[in-house]
């Protein structure tokens, strides 16, 4: 069966410090990967998302980045962290082909 | 006007009431439209997908409305774990990326 898998599940960082999160999916190949950002009580903002490994789409111009080294392996990173880039953070993946997406648990991440 | 949008609630609403929203959305090119459900501090769940005039899941019911560019989602005989907020989601039209909308929250009470 295919899963999607996103560590870690919470996060405390502070201000200025690196961030890296990884979202894996299994069970599936040559998948459309995500990432969305989620501020508290507030709907989905995408951030990221590739078509195949090396190719990433930015959709919001700030200090995050994307990579996806592996076909099924998505990892979004920060060279420094601000306060503004605290919420959720979700991975999605939709299978090549069809437009139905499914989400990993979410990285919850608070910058202090 | 907004890509997609909904009515952020709250709907309160009695155990064993039905309830229903809506979703407008603005490009009339889209062909399918999804509806999840996401619970506080977690992540969404695909509740229904939305292809043609509608359809049904035991007591959910998604319906479309082409000529007026809007989805609704129908409950009926709701239960207290219905509580949750209901995303509304279109795949834009010829590209990968898909529009969400900022949700509607509902509570059934007992």
């Known amino acids: 069966s295919q899963t999607i898998h996103q560590w870690p599940a919470t996060l405390v960082q502070p201000v200025g410090s690196p961030l890296s999160l990884e979202c894996t999916v299994e069970?599936?190949?040559?998948?459309?990967l995500y990432w969305y950002r989620q501020a508290a009580g507030r709907g989905l903002q995408l951030l990221f998302y590739?078509?195949?490994?090396?190719?990433i789409s930015s959709e919001v111009p700030q200090n995050l980045s994307a990579s996806r080294p592996q076909d099924r392996q998505f990892i979004l990173s920060s060279k420094k962290l601000l306060l503004s880039d605290s919420g959720f953070y979700l991975c999605?993946?939709?299978?090549?082909?069809?437009?139905?997406?499914?989400f990993g648990p979410g990285t919850r991440l608070t910058v202090l | 006007r907004k890509e997609v949008e909904q009515d952020p609630g709250p709907f309160n609403v009695p155990e064993g009431a039905t309830v229903a929203f809506n979703c407008t959305y603005s490009?009339?090119?889209?062909?399918?439209f999804f509806w999840y459900r996401q619970d506080c501090r977690k992540e969404p769940k695909l509740l229904m997908s939305?292809?043609?005039s509608g359809n049904e899941d035991g007591r959910f019911t998604a319906q479309l409305n082409r000529a007026s560019q809007y989805i609704s989602l129908l409950i009926r005989d709701s239960k207290l774990s219905d509580s949750a907020t209901y995303l509304c989601v279109v795949p834009y039209s010829g590209t990968y990326k898909y529009i969400f909308g900022t949700g509607t929250r509902l509570k059934v009470l007992a």
């Open positions: 939305v292809y043609s």
């Open positions: 590739s078509v195949g490994i090396g190719q």
């Open positions: 069970g599936t190949s040559n998948p459309n």
């Open positions: 490009n009339s090119a889209s062909q399918s």
């Open positions: 999605a993946w939709n299978p090549g082909g069809t437009d139905t997406q499914y």
